[in-house]
């Protein structure tokens, strides 16, 4: 089996920082891309930024030069670094990824269990 786990949401001032982090475990042949997305309250799923295996990279317009993203491919973990936040990215922010797990033939779209962001003005 194959998940996604989560860490380094909490609470934090507006202006400051915080870093996720999402590893991928469980039997992996392979994984695409790897990104995150944001739910508000009361609003649809977002995309925050994604990366592929590559390194290519592709980002919301609200966060492009606030959250750079990057993984480490030898540890099947993404990271989102989240600068200089604002009250409005509170969310809870879910890890995804696109894997094949060992032994099946087609990629799957996986999900982590979300983590919250809340961002005090």
């Known amino acids: 089996q194959v998940q996604l786990v989560e860490s380094g949401g909490g609470l934090v001032q507006a202006g400051g920082s915080l870093r996720l982090s999402c590893a991928a475990s469980?039997?992996?042949?392979?994984?695409?891309?790897m990104g995150w997305y944001r739910q508000a309250p009361g609003k649809q799923r977002e995309l925050v930024a994604i990366i592929t295996s590559g390194g290519s990279t592709n980002y919301a317009d609200s966060v492009k030069g606030r959250f750079p993203i990057s993984r480490d491919n030898a540890k099947n973990t993404v990271y989102l670094q989240m600068n200089s936040l604002k009250p409005e990215d509170t969310a809870v922010y879910y890890c995804?990824?696109?894997?094949?797990?060992?032994?099946?033939?087609?990629?799957?779209?996986?999900w982590g269990q979300g983590t919250q962001v809340t961002v005090s003005s």
């Open positions: 995804n990824a696109f894997i094949r797990p060992q032994r099946e033939p087609n990629w799957v779209n996986y």
């Open positions: 469980g039997s992996i042949f392979s994984i695409n891309t």
